[in-house]
Structures are given as C-alpha cells and as structure tokens.
C-alpha cells in the first residue's frame, strides 16, 4: 500500500500556499504526484438558481465579472503552485507520471465545488484540504461529502505550513470503526514513522481493542504504543489535543463523524473540535 496520487484543491486564496507545502510534505515519502485542482463555479447556474426573469444584458454582465474574478484567483493559484513546487523541489508536469520526485499538475475545471473533487478523487490516494475557515461553511461541507461519499481519506492542513510531517504520528484511538478505517488509511504514512501512539481517551486499551490494534499493526512491521489519558475537566477532543501537543506529535490521525453529520455539528462531537482547534495536520478517515 502507497500513496501515489493526491488531490489538492486551490482557490486563489491565501490559504493556498499553506495547502500545497503540506501536499507536496506528505508527497514527498511516495514521490507521489499531486493533482492541482481549480474548480470555478458556473455563473450561469446560480443566476438560473435565482428564478427571475433577468436580461440577456445583466446576465453577460454577470459572467463577464465572475469570469474576470475567477482569471484573477487562477493567476494567484498558479503563483502558489509555482512558488510552493519551488520551494518542494517538485517537478511540474503537464501530465501524472511516474518519477523519482515528487510532481505536481494543474487543471481547471467548471461545476460545483463538491461535484468536481468528489469526482476527480475516483483515481487519487488522498485530499489535502486547506486551513479550515469557520466562515466558510460550504468548505466543510464538501469535507464531510469528500469523507462520507467519496471514501477518500483527508488531510486537512494547519494554518502555518508544517517544518516535518509523518515522524511522530498519533491516532486517536476510541475502537470504534472510523477509527479503525482512520488506522488502515494512514498505514502508508505509519510505516514510514519513527513514532507511533494511539491515543486513547477516557477508555482502557483492554476495553476498547488497543491492545489488538497495536497488534495489528506489529503484523505491518510497525512498533506502536499505546497512552490511555483520562479528560479530567476538559471534553476528549481537548485532552487528545492536549497530550498530541506534549508529545510532539507532527501528525494526528482520527476517523471523521463517528456519529452522524448533524449530531457532530450540534454537539460539537470530536471531529468538529479538532478540526478547529488543531495546530498540527489532521488525517481523516471516515
């Protein structure tokens, strides 16, 4: 098991560069190459989705301006990919290859966010997500349409590009079966660790099939060990947090949504915590 092809969106934002360091980090172990994704929106979708009558003047009007913003973000997304594959020693290709470096593509493609990437993950390992934005909740939801229907994994980004990734990884441990599919998609990243722990909170390895889990993976040539901490005062997404930090953790890997999308969202379950509180890269799997 590698990891040969990753996804990573742009949008012509700050966030971008942020997004494609920490792509082309987790590329780097695989040589693995990273597709460059700019989906623009189709103005004439959302002025139909208006359901006005409007004229054939306001509508050109409507296109020419979102086409002009959308040149705009393009040229700044291509500017961070160029910057960043620089600063990667990573070789832009105009086509996925195969290589003894990491490489990285650009495309452009039209339709809605959730759409274009839940269909272009078909044939990637892995989707690296920019810095979360509270702001933006179309974002997140696209996350959770990328996890729950897409079954592909997501590295979500820090909002500072990271110095290392994958050295020392934790994996929230609570044996559930997110957690388990979180444990099987990062084995490639596993393998390549110095450290490995799984996490366990407010549970004992023997309660919660720790024990079996690092077992398991002993069987994949990977030493793991196993830290129960109890929450105290604070919730389990803030003593997870919490002790990645004291460790020195570069990478945490949790399963996505244990529970439901909207019993995550109101009750500000795990996954929604760490999402945004984490100052390290977060892998998730659904």
């Given amino acids: 098991m590698s990891i040969a092809k990753i996804l990573a969106p742009v949008f012509g934002t700050k966030g971008d560069a942020v997004c494609l360091a920490t792509a082309f980090a987790v590329a780097r172990p695989f040589n693995a190459h990273v ?17 006005m009558p ?3 003047n306001v509508v050109q009007a409507v296109v020419e301006s979102q086409e ?27 086509e996925p290859a195969c290589a003894d470096c990491v490489t990285a593509s650009y495309r452009e493609a039209t339709g809605r966010l959730a759409q274009v990437l839940e269909g272009a993950l078909r044939y990637c390992d892995l989707a690296v997500f920019p810095p979360r934005n509270e702001t933006d909740p179309e974002m997140h939801d696209v996350l959770v349409g990328v996890l729950s229907r897409a079954q592909r994994p997501v590295l979500l980004a820090p909002a500072e590009a990271p110095a290392r990734i994958g050295t020392n990884i934790a994996v929230g441990w609570d044996g559930s ?6 444990l099987t998609a990062a084995l490639p990243y596993l393998r390549n660790a110095q450290t490995v722990t799984l996490i366990s909170v407010r549970r004992r390895p023997e309660t919660d099939g720790g024990e079996e889990a690092k077992n398991y993976l002993a069987l994949h040539r990977i030493a793991a060990s196993i830290c129960a901490v109890e929450p105290s005062t604070h919730s389990i997404a803030e003593t997870l947090l919490e002790t990645v930090s004291e460790r020195g953790c570069d990478l945490l890997a949790i399963g996505g949504y244990g529970h439901s999308h909207l019993r995550e969202t109101l009750f500000g379950g795990v996954t929604q915590y760490v999402m945004s509180h984490a100052a390290l890269p977060v892998f998730l799997a659904h």
């Fill in 35 to 51: 597709q460059v994704l700019f989906a623009h929106p189709d103005p004439r979708e959302a002025i139909a989705v208006m359901g």
């Fill in 68 to 94: 002009k913003v959308a040149a705009v973000a393009t040229r700044h997304a291509r500017i961070a990919l160029a910057g960043e594959a620089e600063n990667a020693h990573a070789k832009i290709v105009a």
């Fill in 177 to 182: 079966m997110t957690a388990a599919h979180a």
């Fill in 54 to 56: 409007i004229s054939g």
